[in-house]
T-cell receptor, first 115, second 111 residues
Framework: DTEVTQTPKHLVMGMTNKKSLKCEQHMGHRAMYWYKQKAKKPPELMFV???????INESVPSRFSPECPNSSLLNLHLHALQPEDSALYLC??????????????FGSGTRLTVV | TQLLEQSPQFLSIQEGENLTVYCNSS?????LQWYRQEPGEGPVLLVT?????EVKKLKRLTFQFGDARKDSSLHITAAQPGDTGLYLC???????????FGTGTRLTVIP
């Protein structure tokens, strides 16, 4: 299995809703990531988990809450989002830094619309 | 956050032409990666370069990492319509899992 699977593919949520994005990989990668991509812009790094521990938080608002339950799963919990949070949310995985640089594998993303 | 500037930002060429995309930064990276992204999909890794001066070839694509490991280029020979997409360079610092993307180059190859 050489894929990163993200669910759901599309999500529409109100500003008072609570929802979660899910990401799964079975490549034995020990680093997992959340990126946010606005239209016609490059992906922006949000969070990095290395060996299931949060190692990087790129000053992301607290209405985004990541969780890494085990080495294969990564969640992003959403609460009280704003319309400007509408974007494509990408999950990725890779070997941990200590294991070398072999590139990242990205999922197809969740297209999130906040209304 | 590291800044990687790509040029050109947009490129529209005829099928069969050659092109070069540049990726420049003031930071030193342990690796530089190139991705291609199609609309509504995640980026797909094309190549990873890790050694200053390294050149890698992938069929009609040639990638080069600058000697100082701050810049890179992607050259496509005899472009085809299937090469159309968003090309992204991305740099990773030594010992860190923190891949930062360049500003992107949107390529259109006209049949």
């Amino acid at each position: 299995d050489t894929e990163v699977t993200q669910t759901p593919k599309h999500l529409v949520m109100g500003m008072t809703n609570k929802k979660s994005l899910k990401c799964e990989q079975h490549m034995g990668h020990r680093a997992m990531y959340w990126y946010k991509q606005k239209a016609k812009k490059p992906p922006e790094l949000m969070f990095v988990y290395s060996y299931e521990k949060l190692s990087i938080n790129e000053s992301v608002p607290s209405r985004f809450s990541p969780e890494c339950p085990n080495s294969s799963l990564l969640n992003l919990h959403l609460h009280a989002l704003q319309p400007e949070d509408s974007a494509l949310y990408l999950c990725a995985s890779s070997q941990a830094a200590q294991q070398g640089n072999y590139g990242y594998t990205f999922g197809s993303g969740t297209r999130l619309t906040v209304v | 956050t590291q800044l990687l500037e790509q040029s050109p930002q947009f490129l529209s060429i005829q099928e069969g032409e050659n092109l070069t995309v540049y990726c420049n930064s003031s930071s030193v990276f342990s690796s530089l990666q190139w991705y291609r992204q199609e609309p509504g999909e995640g980026p797909v890794l094309l190549v990873t370069v890790v050694t200053g001066g390294e050149v890698k070839k992938l069929k009609r694509l040639t990638f080069q990492f600058g000697d100082a490991r701050k810049d890179s280029s992607l050259h496509i020979t005899a472009a085809q319509p299937g090469d159309t997409g968003l090309y992204l360079c991305a740099g990773e610092e030594a010992g860190a899992n923190n891949l930062f993307f360049g500003t992107g180059t949107r390529l259109t190859v006209i049949p």
